[in-house]
């Protein structure tokens, strides 16, 4: 509920009925459900007026899509992911097919002292 864990609950009834008392308590929670309730009504609207005023053409317009991380999560690293996706896909099917060796080859192991070998071309 809202990211908040067990304590976080807990430690917010224990603090509303110190606050506003066991009498008062649940009229103060009636409050609040009723105005978070409109607020959420009132969002809703904005957000069908803003859909309606856009016209036909933006019509799965976001409003949350204008912050920037959802922007940039969107437009670049979900591009970046199906990507990424479609590599492995391709990878699995051939693995399935048989046409890739599944099994890499052993890399023989370097003895006390011997130095490993140097690719010029690779540095």
Sequence with gaps: MFGLG?????????????????????????????????????A???????QAGLGPEF??????????????RKHLLDDLEDDWNDTSRAHNREVL?????TDPEPIPELGYGEIPPYDTEAT
């Design 6 to 42: 067990w304590f976080e609950v807990v430690a917010l009834v224990v603090i509303a009925l110190l606050v506003f008392g066991p009498e008062k308590l649940p009229q103060a929670a009636a409050q609040a459900g009723r105005t978070l309730r409109q607020l959420r009504r009132m």
């Design 59 to 72: 019509a799965n317009f976001d409003p949350a899509d204008l912050n920037p991380k959802t922007f940039v």
């Design 97 to 101: 097919n048989g046409s890739v060796a």
């Design 44 to 50: 809703n609207s904005a957000k069908a007026d803003l």
